[in-house]
């Protein structure tokens, strides 16, 4: 009798297979909520940054319309100029361009 109780403590080490696998479980459901989480954060970067480029440039514009008396025809124009420091990228999920009216516009996560 002693015997069988110490082969029943020896062999109660450790998890089962099961219990691994609920946790491996729970560890995926968790990891796939803070993605979600995470990419909602990164919309509104993007967002603000967009907004930010554009009243960039529109306080460009203006500043080149004050001292040339006349709107830009493009970003290149306020670059140019000195107004901008460099046209604003493009590879970042939105556009900020001038159009033909000479206004500011912005495309992609501003909107």
Avoid: W
Avoid at 17 to 32: F, K, P, Q, S, T
Avoid at 78 to 95: A, I, S, W
């Amino acid at each position: 009798m002693n015997q069988d109780c110490r082969a029943t403590v020896r062999a109660d080490h450790g998890f089962t297979l099961i219990e691994l696998l609920i946790v491996i479980v729970i560890l995926g459901v968790l990891a796939g909520v803070t993605v979600f989480a995470v990419q909602a954060f990164n919309n509104e970067g993007k967002e603000a940054a967009c907004l930010a480029d554009k009243k960039n440039v529109e306080v460009a514009a203006e500043a080149y319309y004050a001292k040339k008396g006349t709107k830009a025809a493009s970003l290149t124009d306020l670059v140019t100029e000195g107004f901008l420091k460099q046209v604003p990228r493009t590879d970042n999920g939105y556009t900020i361009s001038i159009n033909s009216d000479k206004a500011v516009i912005a495309s992609g996560a501003c909107t």
